[in-house]
């Protein structure tokens, strides 16, 4: 008679070893899954930030070379309706009327610092040009709107000469009333990342700003 044959199968110790590879290798095939997922968002934040950057960029320098030399009602002085500070510049834009909310406005540009000093953002105010305005008190009496987050860093610097004696040169303010800077300059950081700087030339006529006879209320030409 033959011996009966031994029943066919895994021992305990088999089946426990078995076990334990099968949980190492879904636990690093999770784990791989979890890391690609994180780049994956990662990459998309880095990817819509940019583009919010990008977007920003455009609409800035876009309003700034639509800058337009509107003068304050004041019988006695000329003043031209141009603000600049290291963080803020306030000015008049002038849009194509075939773009949306065209003409012209009071418009500011300025970063507010976050909380506890992180998360700044770059604002904007708009407000329509009033013929009877004085000053900014229109625009500065508007809402902002975020034009980006997760600021760190924002600096406006100006260029122009300061008077009709001086070289043209970089500012960090511009409070001259009769006339406008050349060029200006933003300086943003985000996400501890410095961005390359965003540099208008403003597209005025040589005669914008120009000094006034005290008397004949005409433009003078510069010597």
Avoid at 3 to 13: N, S, Y
Avoid at 120 to 144: H, I, K, N, Q
Avoid at 149 to 177: Q, R
Wanted: with cysteine; net charge neutral; glycine share 10%.
């Amino acid at each position: 008679m033959r011996a009966p044959r031994a029943q066919e199968g895994f021992t305990l110790l088999e089946t426990v070893i078995a076990l334990t590879l099968l949980a190492v290798m879904l636990g690093l095939l999770f784990g791989g899954l979890r890391t690609g997922i994180r780049a994956w968002e990662a990459g998309s934040t880095r990817g819509d930030q940019a583009d919010q950057v990008l977007l920003t960029t455009s609409f800035v320098r876009r309003e700034l070379t639509a800058a337009y030399p509107w003068r304050f009602k004041d019988p006695l002085v000329m003043k031209l309706a141009f603000s600049g500070k290291p963080e803020s510049v306030r000015f008049v834009s002038m849009r194509p009327a075939d773009l949306g909310g065209g003409g012209l406005a009071f418009v500011a540009f300025a970063f507010e610092q976050g909380r506890g000093g992180e998360g700044g953002r770059l604002v904007m105010r708009r407000a329509p040009a009033s013929y009877e305005a004085v000053d900014f008190t229109p625009v500065d009496a508007t809402d902002p709107f975020a034009l980006l987050e997760g600021v760190g860093t924002a600096k406006f610097s100006y260029f122009g000469p300061p008077d009709d004696t001086s070289p043209p040169a970089w500012s960090d303010s511009w409070e001259n009333l009769q006339r406008i800077p050349t060029h200006m300059r933003i300086e943003i950081s985000v996400a501890g990342r410095k961005l390359p700087d965003i540099v208008v030339a403003l597209k005025l006529g040589e005669e914008a700003g120009c000094p006034e006879a005290t008397f004949q209320r005409r433009c003078m030409p510069r010597r």
